[in-house]
């Protein structure tokens, strides 16, 4: 699981690669923060602190969904090094190295706390818990699910149902198939180590990308007529497409951009309040060619693609659909989080 040939790189579950195919281990630290702390994690304004890195699609969940439930002031941001060493994600980011918080120079640290020697790698997104100094969870899929349902009572005024009840076994359905052909199946197409296995992960993706068009060409969102959980699932991958899946991870039958449907979904979507504002290309594109070593030896990182277009009109209103539904977009980015300019289009 080595760090230099992207096995614990930007993924959010610990993965396994080589001369098997690509798998996805479970995450191992699986507690839940809950509102009436029945695992022994209530939730507590402030007494928790999210680690992510913008390169990370899994982490960039929870970056999206803390955005538009404006989690932001009960749930503090430690953001890591896209560039990662033998010790994994780290904060140089930060004066003289450390997380301002939690005081430490490296993720691992956090996790050591809460199991000296545990069997996997040290995966963003983490929780930890800034008392204890200790990790509370790095379940990236439960993560987003409790911060819409669990954490309702840090919600900012006008926060959008992310996991509306109703519509919670048809969200599920469609976050599987994302899931398994599209989020994870980009990694299972770029870690390929035979010609047979890539062909049939690339042919997975692209299949469940050309079923999802003709649904969101009649539909302004994945379920019902605003933003779920699902899009902010789908989002994290198709942002990072053009820029690293289409080369890094050879998943070329066509680009995102030569799609006019999704392309004019995800764009929608990253000019959304709360979606394109935790985006960072610069982090993303770094990470990917520089810590897959495996993929490209060279460390090279390419200058393209062009990221004008992001910006450009994309006419999804005229479907109809409500983002926030009742509700409202959030307020500005806090000053400290805003992504620099060399990320942005």
């Not at 932001?72 to 990662?84: C, G, K, R």
């Not at 296995?197 to 007529?225: H, I, K, N, S, W």
């Not at 680009?255 to 985006?279: C, I, S």
């Amino acid at each position: 699981m080595g760090v230099a040939d992207g096995a614990d790189g930007a993924d959010g579950g610990n993965s396994a690669y080589g001369r098997r195919a690509f798998k996805r281990s479970k995450s191992h630290f699986t507690d839940r923060i809950t509102a009436d702390g029945r695992g022994g994690w209530p939730v507590v304004p402030g007494r928790y602190r999210l680690v992510v890195s913008r390169a990370c699609p899994w982490a960039s969940r929870s970056l999206v969904s803390r955005r538009l439930l404006g989690l932001e002031d009960a749930l503090s941001l430690a953001v890591a090094d896209p560039i990662q060493d033998d010790r994994s994600w780290r904060f140089t980011l930060d004066p003289d190295g450390r997380d301002p918080v939690l005081g430490i120079r490296y993720l691992s640290e956090a996790y050591d706390r809460r199991e000296t020697d545990y069997p996997g790698g040290v995966s963003v997104p983490a929780i930890v818990d800034v008392p204890s100094g200790k990790l509370v969870t790095n379940d990236f899929q439960q993560i987003t699910l409790d911060f819409a349902t669990e954490w309702t009572a840090l919600h900012r005024e006008g926060a959008p149902d992310l996991y509306p009840r109703a519509l919670r076994d048809e969200i599920d359905a469609v976050m599987t198939d994302v899931y398994e052909d599209v989020n994870n199946g980009v990694y299972r197409t770029g870690f390929a180590t035979d010609q047979e296995e890539y062909e049939a992960a690339c042919a997975g993706v692209f299949r469940r990308l050309d079923l999802l068009t003709p649904r969101l060409a009649r539909q302004r969102y994945l379920v019902g007529d605003t933003i779920t959980e699902a899009d902010i699932r789908l989002f994290t991958t198709l942002v990072r497409f053009d820029a690293v899946y289409h080369g890094h991870f050879k998943c070329n039958r066509w680009k995102l951009a030569e799609n006019e449907v999704l392309w004019a979904y995800v764009r929608d979507l990253y000019q959304t309040p709360g979606f394109g504002d935790t985006v960072d290309f610069d982090h993303i594109k770094r990470h990917y060619y520089q810590v897959h070593t495996g993929i490209n030896p060279t460390g090279i990182v390419p200058l393209g693609p062009d990221l004008s277009g992001w910006l450009t009109p994309h006419h999804r209103e005229e479907l109809g659909g409500r983002p926030f539904g009742d509700g409202t977009p959030p307020g500005p980015v806090p000053a400290d989080e805003e992504v620099p300019a060399r990320g942005r289009p």
